[in-house]
C-alpha cells in the first residue's frame, strides 16, 4: 500500500507540473505519510523530479541556445553554489526543526503558486528593478531551491522578469535548466549525507514520467482555473495536516 500511495502520488505530480506546476505538493506529504522522515521526504522528493527538469531543460534548448553562453554558464555555476548550499543546510537540520519549519514552506510555495501571474506580472512591471543576471539574488534562490523545492519555478520566473527577460519560452528554458542543474547538485550532496530513500525514489521517478506525458493531452483539455484550483486545495489542505501535526 506504501509503494502504491507514492507511485499514483508521483503519477499525478507528473501529471500536475507538466499542466500548471505543484507537483510537490502530493510527493512530499506521500512520503512522509508512509513513514519517511521529512528531511528525507523532501530530499527524495527532489530527487524524483529530476527525470521532468531533464525532459524540460532538452525540450527548451533551441530557446536556451539563443542565449548568450556566457551568461547561461555563469547563472548555471552561481545555481550550483547556492544548491549546495542549501543542500547542506538541509543536511544539518533535524527532523523536529524541518518538521516546525515545513507548513510554513508549504503554505508559501502554495501562495506563490496561486498569485504566480501576478508575481511575473507585477516582477514584469518593476524590470531591471534588480541587476539583471546579479549574483545576490540568483543565490538566494538557489539556497532556497537547494533547501525546499517547493514552488522554485515561479519564484525563479519572478526573478527573470525582475531582470527584464520578457521572451516567456526563454524563460522557461532557462527555468528548466537551472532547476536541472539545482536538483542535480543537490542530489549529490543529499545522497552523500544518506538522505535518499532510493527505492522511493527510483518508483517515483517512473510514475513521474509517465504522469508528465499522460498530462499533455489533459492539459488541452482542462480549464487552467480548474486546475489551479486543484492545485491551491491540495496545498492548503497539506499545509493545514502538516500545522496540525506540529500542535
Known sequence: MDIALILIAAFAAGVLNTIAGGGTFLTFPALVFIGVPPVLANATSTVAA???????????????????????????????????????????SSNEAFSVIVPFLLLAATLVFMFGDRLRAWAASKSRAVTPYGTAAMLMVSIYGGYFNGGLGIVLLALFALWGMVNIHEMN???????????????????????????????????????????????????????????????????????????
Open 50 to 92: 529530476l527525470p521532468g527538469y531533464l525532459a524540460g531543460a532538452v525540450g527548451f534548448r533551441a530557446e536556451l541556445a539563443q542565449m548568450e553562453r556566457a551568461v547561461v554558464l555563469r547563472l548555471v555555476v552561481i545555481t550550483l553554489v547556492g544548491g549546495v548550499l542549501g543542500a547542506i543546510l538541509l543536511l544539518v
Open 173 to 247: 528554458g532557462l527555468k528548466t535548466a537551472l532547476s536541472f542543474a539545482l536538483a542535480a547538485i543537490s542530489m549529490l550532496v543529499y545522497a552523500a549525507g544518506g538522505l535518499v530513500v532510493w527505492h522511493h525514489a527510483l518508483a517515483m521517478m517512473l510514475a513521474a514520467t509517465a504522469g508528465g506525458y499522460a498530462g499533455a493531452p489533459l492539459s488541452r483539455a482542462l480549464p487552467k482555473p480548474v486546475v489551479r484550483g486543484l492545485v491551491a486545495a491540495v496545498g492548503f489542505g497539506m499545509s493545514a495536516i502538516f500545522f496540525w501535526r506540529i500542535l
